[in-house]
């Protein structure tokens, strides 16, 4: 196991490449095919998609 670092990559996890979070091997990324990960990133997408009105939406029954 190892880690990587990135010159893009802002204390705040952020990439100041994409101007967007940090998200390291997605589209765009540096490190997109250079390096293997333990979990795939369009995995870990899913998990950043966030649905801004949730909390407004009706609750199922």
Same mark, same amino acid.
């Given at each position: 196991?190892?880690?990587?670092?990135?010159?893009?990559?802002?204390?705040?996890?952020?990439?100041?490449?994409?101007? *967007?979070?940090?998200?390291?091997?997605? &589209?765009?990324?540096?490190? %997109?095919? @250079?390096?293997?990960?333990?979990?795939?990133?369009?995995?870990?997408?899913? *998990?950043?998609?966030?649905?801004?009105? &949730?909390?407004?939406?009706? %609750?199922? @029954?």
């Amino acid at each position: 196991m190892s880690s990587f670092s990135c010159l893009h990559f802002d204390q705040k996890n952020f990439c100041l490449l994409l101007n *967007k979070n940090c998200l390291p091997g997605r &589209k765009g990324c540096v490190l %997109k095919n @250079k390096v293997q990960f333990a979990i795939p990133v369009e995995e870990r997408m899913k *998990k950043q998609i966030v649905d801004p009105f &949730k909390e407004f939406r009706r %609750k199922e @029954k």
